[in-house]
């Protein structure tokens, strides 16, 4: 028998494994015993029974045992190799309809599938002529041997597997350690208040189930342990933030009265709460880490030059960082426009651009009035030389583009300045409460009145001509169009159309309308030139890839034509949408699809076209995507999901977070003895988002 082993126990010391078993099991990533079971399986058989033979076609996979009564090896179209091992049902009568489990080109399948053997086989089956057949379905071959227990006769996990350890493989590994593992060695995790289920009870349930209702609840404890974690890590983040020392960066708000006053509209809820919100803050002597999150158009800038005016009117200089030039110039010339009737200078630092407005008497709040109040700029602001000697506070637009390490330096131009992070995504509950969990949220969820309504529609490229017609008929009204591709340049790869090709195209078809053509490779000076005309309406159509996502602000700018719009992520296609509806005219957004679009595109699509707001497609676009993305490392700073589900699983994240919440309330050194072992799960968690940067 084996000694008993930990967690933590490394899986190179159970030798009995072997060599070349570890090492594929490494190449997973598990290196321990603790790893491996948390390798959770992907799916379940039930082959305490299992389906009879398909007679017909089936949308639902199905799995069978059955006795291959001969195999087949056929080459196809000259160098295609095609496998066929035909089943019958091991009690199988004169009526039973064998099964044809298929395979092109997989040599290792022809070695291992012999007459006579037992198979497990799951898979989709298909009519083909006379005949059901699975092709490349999963299977295992079933040996007469002492471990039939483990794979058969119940209810059996399905783990991912790699080269060199199948799921059987991998099945029988985990049987084996769960077999030596030291129970006394597993502690609890998950407070006994939200969830009693003895840990390792649970991982022995995860991997070989009783019943459906012991998988369930094993399952649930998991996913809690799994969401606690995480929150811990975010709870703890927080706590960190909280403790750094702060200053109030808050003036009276006199600049702040004026400004609102000065506006042609008034204010929405939304945006009055958020200003609220952030005043709060910005007095506060703590440093403000606060995520502004609304609609494309519901009025964000507004909102964080409320907050600059505050800082500025306490002696402190206010940076606001954006992702691209464009952007940032698109908001200097806003800056520029609302602060110079307030007596404010405002300067933009870009990699190719550092421009000051002049010196303006009006306001004497700085404590320099030689230096500028506001800076605005891209990543150049990071560096020296940008000017900023007493920031006060950081707004960052479109954070989700900026990465953990360049927002912590741009709060070090500061004592501690608040920072205030901006997104125009809308971020769906179960996000805000993850990736952005340290931050508190302020939601615009109202958008300002006058605005033009945009209707939207998804057609065919073969009704081109009658979007072009429709295009003429508006900008021969006055109005301006954006034409969007999903490329450049023309791919080999992609059946996509590209900007650049199809430029002369448009000019022809659009004469004598001015075209112009913007996109990533335009040179800064250009684009800005371009950009420019467009806003003057010397230039009637722009023709470009996304570099228009975001930041792009002409209200006369009406008409929206998507091309290869089944490429563009629904997230993007929203984004894309808000270029336009931006003035008092009714706006219009024609999403032109490819010959081919799959069902998912379709759907896609489909909720593009029926709904303008925000937040509801934030939802159906990570429903889509899934979390993968939005949760990733990179973005987030946080492990990987392995069983947790932040849709199906979203009442128990509420659960978890409000523990792990309540345990830095109480302890926010985690210094009591109970909590010691959270100390060395934040650890471990640490380590294993650094393990998942490359």
């Known amino acids: 028998m084996p000694a008993l082993c930990t967690l933590d126990t490394s899986l190179r010391e159970l030798e009995w494994l072997g060599p070349a078993r570890i090492r594929a099991l490494e190449r997973l990533g598990l290196s321990t015993v603790g790893d491996l ?25 199905v799995c069978v045992l059955g006795i291959v009564k001969k195999t087949q090896l056929r080459r196809i179209r000259g160098w295609q190799r095609m496998f066929d091992a035909v089943l019958e049902e091991p009690d199988a009568h004169a009526l039973s309809t064998p099964l044809i489990c298929r395979w092109f080109n997989s040599a290792w399948v022809e070695k291992a599938v012999i007459t006579g053997q037992r198979l497990v086989v799951y898979g989709k089956p298909k009519c083909t002529g006379s005949n059901v057949v699975i092709a490349h379905p999963e299977f295992e071959v079933v040996e007469d041997d002492t471990d039939v227990s483990v794979h058969v006769n119940r209810l059996a996990p399905i783990h991912r597997a790699t080269e060199g350890v199948s799921p059987r493989v991998m099945r029988r590994a985990i049987w084996d350690v769960l077999a030596i593992l030291d129970e006394t060695t597993v502690e609890p995790i998950v407070p006994r208040e939200i969830d009693a289920t003895p840990r390792v009870w649970a991982l022995r349930q995860i991997h070989f189930p009783d019943d459906d209702a012991s998988l369930d609840k094993a399952r649930r404890h998991l996913v809690i342990e799994e969401f ?127 421009e000051d407005a002049e010196p303006l008497p009006l306001f004497s709040g700085a404590a320099d009035a030689s230096e500028p109040d506001i800076f605005v700029g891209t990543h150049a602001l990071l560096y020296e030389g940008a000017g900023i000697t007493r920031l006060g506070l950081a707004v960052i637009d479109e954070q989700h583009k900026f990465g953990v390490i360049q927002r912590a330096r741009l709060r070090e131009q500061g004592a501690m300045p608040d920072v205030l992070v901006m997104t125009a995504t809308p971020i769906p509950r179960t996000l805000t409460m993850t990736v952005f969990g340290d931050l508190d949220v302020s939601t615009l969820d109202e958008m300002p009145a006058g605005r033009g309504k945009i209707v939207t529609a998804v057609r065919e490229e073969t009704k081109l001509p009658d979007a072009v017609k429709f295009l003429r008929e508006h900008l021969d009204a006055g109005r301006q169009a954006y034409i969007v591709y999903p490329l450049i340049d023309e791919s080999e790869k992609l059946e996509a159309k590209a900007a650049a090709a199809e430029f002369a195209k448009w000019q022809a078809l659009l004469a004598p309308m001015k075209c112009e053509l913007l996109h990533g490779r335009v040179a800064p000076d250009e684009k800005d030139a371009i950009m420019e005309r467009f806003r003057r309406g010397e230039a009637n159509v722009l023709i470009a890839t996304t570099v228009i996502e975001v930041g792009i602000d002409v209200s006369n700018a009406t008409l929206m034509l998507i091309e290869n719009a089944e490429r563009f992520g629904l997230a993007q296609l929203h984004q894309l949408r808000g270029r336009i509806g931006r003035g008092e005219h009714k706006s219009y957004c024609i999403a032109l699809t490819g010959a081919k679009v799959d069902d998912d595109a379709k759907g896609k699509l489909a909720v593009f076209a029926q709904t303008n707001d925000g937040f509801q497609i934030a939802e159906e676009d990570l429903r889509i995507r899934g979390p ?57 968690s640490r380590h294993a988002v650094l393990s998942q940067v490359s």
């Open 628 to 684: 993968g993305d939005l949760l990733g490392t990179a973005q987030s700073g946080l492990p990987p999901l392995k069983i947790g589900d932040v849709f199906r699983d979203a009442e128990l994240m509420t659960l978890a977070r409000n523990a792990a919440f309540l345990v830095f309330e109480r302890d926010p050194q985690l210094t009591q003895p109970a909590h010691s072992r959270y100390r060395k799960v934040l650890a471990e």
């Open 37 to 61: 079971l948390s390798h959770y399986p992907r799916r379940y058989e039930d082959r305490s029974r299992f389906d009879r033979f398909p007679t017909g076609d089936s949308e639902q996979p």
């Open 228 to 354: 606690f974690i995480m929150q811990l890590a975010v709870a703890a983040r927080r706590a960190e933030t909280l403790a750094q020392p702060g200053a109030a960066h808050c003036g009276p708000g006199e600049l702040m009265r004026r400004l609102h006053t000065s506006l042609p509209f008034p204010l929405t809820g939304a945006q009055l709460r958020a200003i609220g919100e952030i005043r709060a803050d910005l007095a506060a002597a703590r440093p403000m880490n606060r995520l502004l999150h609304g609609d494309v158009g519901s009025g964000k800038t507004l909102v964080a030059l409320s907050a600059m005016l505050l800082c500025v009117e306490s002696g402190h200089q206010a940076a606001l960082m954006a992702p691209t030039q464009i952007l940032a110039e698109q908001h200097y010339l806003s800056l520029r426009r609302l602060c110079d009737p307030l007596g404010l200078r405002v300067a933009l630092r870009t990699g190719a651009r550092k």
